[in-house]
């Protein structure tokens, strides 16, 4: 999931083995929105999809459901995620990867400083042995 630098609009990317690709998202956990997804396929891993979620009349703090899918596959588990209010001054970003079995020396740290909502955004540059 990723801000698109759009007011109000999430992008949530996933892979599938479905050709179509859906969101689903929810403002009250019963009634639910889907968003069709863009999809391309990748023969080693299956279909990236991407769907934008307009949340223009979520309030911030308030949470959002969604699960993602396909018509084959069905729907994943539902996760949430919960708009902040913009940070005083710049934004700050955690960039981070090459995790190996053996090697994710960080990761204890960094779910912490996630949890305390430390930054506002994760970048995970690839390499999750």
Known sequence: MSYTGVRGELAVDFVSSDAAGLVSYSKTGTTWINVTSTSFNFVEIGWMHQAMMPLTDIAVGTPVQYRVGGPVSGFSNVFSAVPKPARAGS?????????????????????????????????HVGDWA
């Open 91 to 123: 934004e700050v970003f955690a960039v981070f990867g090459d995790f190996g079995l053996t090697n994710d020396v960080c990761m204890d740290a960094l779910t912490a400083d996630a949890a305390a909502g430390a930054f506002d955004s994760v970048l």
